[in-house]
């Protein structure tokens, strides 16, 4: 498994016969139909005799032809019937020109996009902060950028593009590239922007978002962009990004990207980040005031290297992306407050959300392996914080195994080096972890190798963090589960002062894994600290889950509006979940799906319903 390359969530031509090595877009952005027309040139190379044909992943496109560009002939093509999971298969008769190993061709596409395409969110001027103008903003990861582009939508393989995406005069068009230049319009109410990616990059790393987009300046090579209500206060929060990829570089090597921008979408985005090259797209709900959230700009970051740079060839190698990042975002924000207790800290935290993905999958789901098995299953269905904190854990105790963390950084910036531009498997990692350390032989072999890949439930070996700024926490959530109710008194304000916010985060965090809590001791624990009128998601959300524990009603029109008003998929399925698991708020958490549905991302209405067992068609 470990060794296995075959991606299984993709219909396309396998990589070992034909691979696209260029990407050419023109897209028009029709916000009437809500749909993106025009075409796709791909460029690809012949690696196998024989190969007649060309096989692409397609979900809900309209294909209206397809054409060798160099010669203008129509080739014949034939779009397969769908499958739920992963879409249909557009077979397309290559010309006889290219059908010998080494030969290449240009295919040209014309096509168009679904209202309902799965990687799009159309917003009308009604949901979006600043209510005149709409706003569209895509999703590819993981396999729907094939509702986007007719494509090899797998990591396996990574290609560059150029794009024209022609947009209504008074909007802004950004992609996940760097902006090359304006075109003038035959139709003056339209404006065409141009934009070119040099590195090669997997299919869910395209992306494009289209609004009324203003930026600041907030590094020498970075901007950030939002709507104007947002403009100011995203200034403020991410003006450490410049510092952080300083670290991030330190640790990692030159960043090849040239353009580090970020930007703030509309609260539906399903997603804390996403690291589209170029351009990261952002929740809002990072914007806590005092940058105590902008954690999260650490992490896509480190993607620039890891993921972006070295990716996964599939979605099974997952945590290669995750895991790895994990581990690198913790080492940026250790060196940014220069104390590796910091980081130590956040692995304790990241061991929460993992025990809280074990839970709700069950120890025993093959979802919680390191390497689970994707056959005919939309990775969405699996994704959760497993690969994410399991694989940065194995780093972790990996890192203790070698016995240095300068030799393992060491390690880390080899690793890069070697695999950069590539897409590779667990296995090709392994084999270069041993190369590198051949000292470490014998340390590596004592590795309980198979039970990291390919056992269910925690981690087989938890490494030992230093629990210096856990302990304030973890004391006081200890002196609340043991108070009986005439010792409430004894709590106040003051017993949070000095704590970060990360500590307070860890608290709540503490106090959802312990017995609920009775409903006198929330309500006093609300009228000390004043977590009802917290600006940080973060406290927010912990906050709201403690109550529902706690079977506090009174909550129950406060986590219903913050589960429907917030599109991240990290907040709103949980809450969704305990909501519907109390009797008592149940059917008001349906019924208040139901009727926000339409305003929600695809991707976060898709899960939802699963977990609140609607029909998809209802």
Known sequence: MADRRVDPCTLSTPVDQIVTTKLTLDWDVDFEKKTLSGNVKLDVKILKDGVGKLVLDTRDLSISGVWNDATNEKLTFALQDPNQAVGSALEIQLPSSAQQKESSCCI???YQTSPSASALQWLNPAQTVGKKQPYLFSQCQAIHARSLIPCQDTPSVKAPYDAKVTVPRDLVALMSAVRSGEEACSDSAKKTYCFEQKVPIPSYLVAIVVGALESREIGPRSRVWSEAEYVEKGKEEF??????????????????????????????????????????????????GDKSLASVVAHEISHSWTGNLVTNCSWEHFWLNEGFTVFVERKILGRMKGSEKERHFQCIGGQKDLRQAVETFGESHPYTHLLPLLEKVDPDDAFSSIPYEKGSTFLFYLETLVGNTDDFEA???????????????????????????????????????????HSPGMCPVLPKFDTTLSDACTKLCDRWCAADFMELEEFGASDLKGMSTGQVIEFLSQLLLKPALSELHIHSMGS????????????????????????????????????????????????????????????????AFLE???????ITATMVAKDLEVDTQQ
């Open 108 to 110: 040209r596409i014309e």
């Open 239 to 288: 003006s450490e990004t410049e510092t952080m990829l300083q670290t991030a570089e330190a640790l990692l090597g030159p960043y090849v990207w040239g353009q580090y921008d970020l930007l703030i979408l509309p609260p539906s985005f399903p997603y804390g980040g996403m690291e589209n090259p170029c351009l990261t797209f952002v929740t809002p709900t990072l914007l806590a």
């Open 411 to 453: 390690f880390l910036r080899a690793y890069i080096e070697k695999f950069k531009y590539q897409s590779i498997s667990t296995q090709d990692w392994k084999d270069f972890l041993f190369s590198y350390f051949q000292d470490k032989a014998s340390v590596f072999n004592e590795v309980e190798w198979d039970k990291w890949f």
């Open 528 to 591: 000390c600290y004043k977590f009802d009128d917290t600006g940080n998601s973060e406290i927010k959300f912990r906050w709201l889950r403690l109550c529902i524990k706690a079977g506090y009603a009174k909550i129950i029109p406060k986590a219903i509006e913050y589960a429907c008003k917030t599109g991240r998929l990290k907040f709103a399925r949980p809450l969704f979940k305990d909501l519907y698991k109390w009797q008592k708020s149940r059917q008001k958490a349906v019924e």
């Open 596 to 602: 926000n549905r339409e305003n929600m991302h695809p």
